[in-house]
């Protein structure tokens, strides 16, 4: 085997050196490695407008990941670039709670801090070694369990971060006010009330990561059952991260870890979706109703699209493919538009449905409040080939539990089939559920528009795809319908 020369060695050295700083780096610097999926950076971006959220996720996917970087954010001040949530420009103070003090310590404190009861590995967690302006204040409810830390925040001053445990029960949670609270794992209610009231006259915030094993509990009631303009709930499944171009699960991966999880926990634990029982709507598997794009459809395919206008919650529009042969429905788009104008809704479905009808919900008669015109015609000068009434079934009516009786059984016996990437659509497919043996009407706007789709089926039209032709010819038989009905 031939000798390396002196110059060939040095060059060695040098690299190893370098591999070894890098290796170095990366232990020491891991939040500069932090690179979020889209469900982890829309959840960050909440904080900026919602006091309370919840990241509901399914396990080892990255909802910890997500609490310990915006912790660190919080207390360093040393934002990223492009950072579009909460930004406090002073040294802010704040809990990181778990279920146990062995929970919080291992999860919350490793995660921040470095792995406990290891001196040389203080510092790899997401908060930068340097940044710690003392030892942490040791614990007495575990070993190697910290109190509180101490940290150099940009503006000069020093934030600080205590560590607690629900076990500890809810009058331990009273007393001081702070910035922001992150519960890891789901708080009982007592706790988290007396969390939202510490961060009240800070105008602060409470943020949530978990995974909703204990089913409908009143946290999970608070999120789903209970709307407000202050709240929010974001969820990631382990098809979000298995789809990132970089997510640390691979499709390869993602079955087997799936059909490892017992199969009454398998939506929880893989979806982020809490044990509704038998408040669920629809039950039928994801797998049995969601496929691939449709890429070519056929000219004889009949189009639809349906709308609700947002009145007090996003609006939404899908557009169905009703392949007449087999009578089977695919909902080829999905979309939810929050905030934006009734043009700008327009001209999104125009873009791809300029010729096709569009059915709409009877609130569409309701009058827009800077104009007095009816919602349908502003949608309608827009361009959109509005029907000329309101969505109801042929027999008349708008029966909510006749069009649900429809979807679920298209969804049994495969005529109603959703394109597996409308992760908004799939999400309230999961949530969809009964209180009380009615519907809750929260998060459904999607829901509403496919059950509109299925109730107006009969105006869905043969006609191409894509935005409206510059030259149309004009309908003389059917003047003031602006589609043809023949």
Request: glycine share 10%; charged share 30%; aromatic share 8%.
């Amino acid at each position: 085997m031939q000798q390396l020369t002196a110059a060939e060695m040095g060059l060695v050295k040098e690299a190893l050196a370098a591999l070894e700083g890098l290796d170095r780096h990366r232990t020491f610097r891991k939040l500069e490695y932090f690179r979020p999926y889209k469900k982890q950076a829309e959840f960050m971006r909440y904080g900026k407008s919602k006091r309370e959220r919840l990241f509901m996720a399914g396990n080892q996917l990255g909802k910890s990941d997500t609490g310990s970087v915006e912790t660190t954010y919080h207390l360093t001040g040393d934002y990223p670039k492009g950072w579009k949530g909460r930004v406090w420009t002073r040294p802010t103070h704040g809990w990181a709670a778990g279920e146990t003090a062995l929970v919080t310590r291992d999860v919350q404190q490793k995660k921040l801090c470095g792995l406990p009861g290891v001196p040389s590995l203080f510092g790899t967690g997401t908060i930068p070694k340097e940044r710690f302006a003392d030892r942490p204040s040791m614990s007495r409810s575990a070993t190697d369990a910290f109190d509180t830390i101490q940290v150099k925040h940009q503006s000069g001053g020093i934030s600080t971060l205590a560590f607690k445990s629900y076990e500890q029960g809810r009058t331990k949670f009273q007393g001081d006010t702070k910035d922001f609270v992150w519960c890891d794992e789901e708080p009982p209610m007592d706790v988290y009330q007396e969390c939202l009231t510490r961060v009240t006259a800070t105008r602060g915030m409470v943020f949530v990561t978990f995974t909703p094993l204990k089913g409908r509990s009143d946290v999970v009631i608070r999120y789903l059952e209970e709307p407000s303009p202050d709240r929010v709930v974001v969820t990631m499944t382990i098809d979000d991260v298995a789809n990132e171009p970089h997510g640390h699960i691979t499709p390869e991966d993602r079955d087997t870890i799936v059909a490892g999880y017992l199969p009454h926990e398998r939506e929880a634990r893989a979806k982020g979706v809490p044990l509704l029982g038998s408040g669920r709507v629809f039950t039928t598997p994801e797998e049995d109703i969601t496929e691939g794009m449709v890429e070519d459809i056929p000219l004889h395919w009949r189009k639809l699209v349906h709308i609700d206008f947002g009145i007090g919650h996003p609006f939404a529009w899908v557009l169905g493919l009703h392949d007449t042969d087999n009578d089977v429905v695919h909902i080829h788009i999905a979309q939810k538009m929050p905030d934006t104008l009734p043009s700008l809704h327009a001209r999104n479905i125009m873009l791809v449905c300029g010729e096709v009808p569009v059915a709409w919900p009877h609130d569409g008669d309701q009058r827009e409040k800077g104009t007095g015109i009816p919602l349908h015609k502003l949608y309608k000068a827009e361009g959109l080939k509005m029907l000329p009434e309101p969505s109801q079934w042929a027999a008349g009516g708008r029966s909510v539990e006749t069009g649900v009786l429809d979807m679920d059984q298209r969804h049994k016996t495969g005529r109603l089939k959703y394109n597996r990437h409308l992760a908004d659509l799939l999400e309230e497919y999961r949530f969809y559920h009964r209180k009380d043996g009615l519907i809750v009407k929260v998060r459904d706007d999607i829901m509403d528009c496919v059950r509109g789709v299925i109730m107006m089926l009969r105006f869905a039209k043969a006609v191409p795809l894509g935005g409206r032709s510059k030259i149309r010819k004009r309908e003389t038989m059917c003047d003031g319908v602006d589609f043809p009905l023949f």
